[in-house]
């Protein structure tokens, strides 16, 4: 019997439910993608199910993130250049005037759970735009199930090997 996300879960973050398209997922779940880019977002550490935008989508990832890193566009991107080798004008040009990298620190696969599944659980499940809280009373059918699901590959993103990376373009951000 394989063990449940219940078993990585931890009551004492926020647990959120985002998405992404299929290429970052895959990435993420392969542990190419260790940063994850966006304009605005959660300022503290959390953790949450990814569901994965398209034809196939479905919630497919349980994450693990640190608190976002916060600095200049130019910043973030140099180390997403640095850290996984993504194209620092296209990052800029995401950003625009602001933004931060959300520091992945684990990741676990879920079999795809498709939005109908999903509405069996919660009626008024959509795929977010943005993200949504689980932790809400009325998402807590959702919640549990969601825990309840078995994962494969679980992988920790080692992120003492790449903090000389990060104090080196962002200072001691971090402390």
């Not at 009551?11 to 993608?33: D, M, V």
């Not at 953790?47 to 497919?60: C, E, L, N, R």
């Amino acid at each position: 019997m394989r063990p449940t996300i219940q078993t990585l879960y931890d009551p004492n973050l926020p647990t959120i439910l985002f998405s992404l398209h299929p290429l970052p997922t895959e990435q993420i779940r392969l542990g190419e993608k260790v940063l994850e880019y966006r304009k605005h977002f959660l300022k503290h550490a959390f953790q949450g199910f990814v569901h994965m935008t398209g034809t196939h989508g479905g919630v497919t990832l349980f994450v693990r993130c640190a608190q976002p890193l916060s600095a200049t566009p130019a910043k973030l991107a140099e180390l997403g250049q640095q850290l996984q080798h993504d194209d620092p004008q296209a990052i800029e040009d995401y950003l625009g005037m602001a933004g931060v990298a959300i520091p992945i620190s684990a990741v676990a696969t879920l079999p795809t759970l498709p939005a109908q599944t999903l509405r069996t659980i919660d009626s008024t499940f959509v795929p977010p735009r943005t993200f949504v809280y689980l932790d809400k009373p009325q998402k807590q059918d959702l919640l549990a199930f969601l825990l309840s699901q078995p994962y494969t590959n679980y992988l920790e993103n080692d992120w003492c090997a790449r903090i000389k990376t990060v104090r080196a373009i962002l200072g001691d951000c971090l402390d």
